[in-house]
Every structure is written in structure tokens, then in C-alpha cells.
T-cell receptor
Framework: KAGVTQTPRYLIKTRGQQVTLSCSPISGHRSVSWYQQTPGQGLQFLFEYFSETQRNKGNFPGRFSGRQFSNSRSEMNVSTLELGDSALYLC????????????FGAGTRLSVL | GQQVMQIPQYQHVQEGEDFTTYCNSSTTLSNIQWYKQRPGGHPVFLIQLVKSGEVKKQKRLTFQFGEAKKNSSLHITATQTTDVGTYFCAGDNQGGKLIFGQGTELSVKP
């Protein structure tokens, strides 16, 4: 079974730009969660999508948004980038039958200059 | 909101020494999960604890879930250099939303 795939792996953007990250979950997994990881803040939960609906949301500003498609693939968008948005963005897929164990992708490393 | 605190933040040990990281939640959890992230890698699931007072072992790793389901610990016996990485606990008090602790970064000196 293929794992979670995130694209792109690396991104360099400038302040004010917007960015879209993509995540393809493990086949059969309908839940996709996004996390931001920074050295000082650890793993911060952004949001979770289940069957195309946002089911849970973390404490991030509205500049962070996401969506999920009918094939469970998910995208995350960050608008009006700030320097502080530089981080590793991790996507994880899971299933209810699996106790919502998170299977993480390799992440997208975003650098905002 | 729910918080999950993990200590210590860093632990440096000599190879062969034991290591323990502790996790405390501000609310009762339905289950707790543990993950390991190697340097430069992504978190990888280790184990899930569901029952009050549960203890599970994986070779040299021992995981415990507190009686009140608000705390947990991971103990590694006789650390090896392959144990290097950051260990995260993650608490779940409702389906689908995990709150991760800050992680404990373990370094092992050969």
C-alpha cells in the first residue's frame, strides 16, 4: 500500500504571496489532518477533513485554509504569507477503523523570505 | 482548550542508560498515541493506549497509561544510538483531533 504523499517537498516563497500544498492519503483513508511543525512550537494541529468536510480546526488565522476532494486528496492554502509561516507542513491520513492513528507524509518544507 | 504537556524537552544519555519521557493532559483522554520522529524525518506511529492503567511493551520500550487517563509515559531500557529522535505523545479526547505534546528530543552518546 502506498503511503501518504505530499507535494511539493520544498517551497520558497516571499512575503505576501500565497501557496498551495497537496496531500494524497493512503488508499481507503478518508480523514486527512494537517500540522505545522516548527522548532519552537512542536506539532501544531491546523485542521482535519473527513469526507470532504472540515471536522476539526486548530487555532490558526483564516489565512490558513484547506479542502478535501471526493477522492480524499487534500490541499492546504496559505494566503498572504508571513515570515513566521516558515515551517514543515505535515499531512497525515487516518481511518476510524484504525483508531485515527496518524500516518504522516514526508512533509513540505516552506521557507518564506 | 485541551493541552498536552510533555517533559523533559531534551534528554541526553549515555548509550546503555535508561530514558523516560512523561506526558500530561489537562483533560481526560479517550486514548493516547506515541510517535517517534528521527532527525530529518516525519513522525512515525509507535503505539496506542486505550485502557486506564494499560501497560504495553515493545522490546526495550514500555508505555503506560495512567489510571485517570490523563497521563502517560514512555520508558526505554538500555538506550541505543538507534533510539535517537524526538518522541511525541498525542492525546485524543474526541475522534479525529489529536493534540500533540511538545516532544522530547533524545540524544544518545555512544
Amino acid at each position: 500500500k502506498a503511503g501518504v504523499t505530499q507535494t511539493p517537498r520544498y517551497l520558497i516563497k516571499t512575503r505576501g504571496q500565497q501557496v498551495t500544498l497537496s496531500c494524497s492519503p493512503i488508499s481507503g483513508h478518508r480523514s486527512v489532518s494537517w500540522y505545522q511543525q516548527t522548532p519552537g512550537q512542536g506539532l501544531q494541529f491546523l485542521f482535519e477533513y473527513f469526507s470532504e468536510t472540515q471536522r476539526n480546526k486548530g487555532n490558526f488565522p483564516g489565512r490558513f485554509s484547506g479542502r478535501q476532494f471526493s477522492n480524499s486528496r487534500s490541499e492546504m492554502n496559505v494566503s498572504t504569507l508571513e515570515l513566521g509561516d516558515s515551517a514543515l507542513y505535515l499531512c497525515a491520513s487516518s481511518s476510524p477503523s484504525g483508531g485515527y492513528i496518524q500516518y504522516f507524509g514526508a512533509g513540505t518544507r516552506l521557507s518564506v523570505l | 482548550g485541551q493541552q498536552v504537556m510533555q517533559i523533559p524537552q531534551y534528554q541526553h544519555v549515555q548509550e546503555g542508560e535508561d530514558f523516560t519521557t512523561y506526558c500530561n493532559s489537562s483533560t481526560t483522554l479517550s486514548n493516547i498515541q506515541w510517535y517517534k520522529q528521527r532527525p530529518g524525518g516525519h513522525p512515525v506511529f509507535l503505539i496506542q493506549l486505550v485502557k486506564s492503567g494499560e501497560v504495553k511493551k515493545q522490546k526495550r520500550l514500555t508505555f503506560q497509561f495512567g489510571e485517570a487517563k490523563k497521563n502517560s509515559s514512555l520508558h526505554i531500557t538500555a538506550t541505543q544510538t538507534t533510539d535517537v529522535g524526538t518522541y511525541f505523545c498525542a492525546g485524543d479526547n474526541q475522534g479525529g483531533k489529536l493534540i500533540f505534546g511538545q516532544g522530547t528530543e533524545l540524544s544518545v552518546k555512544p
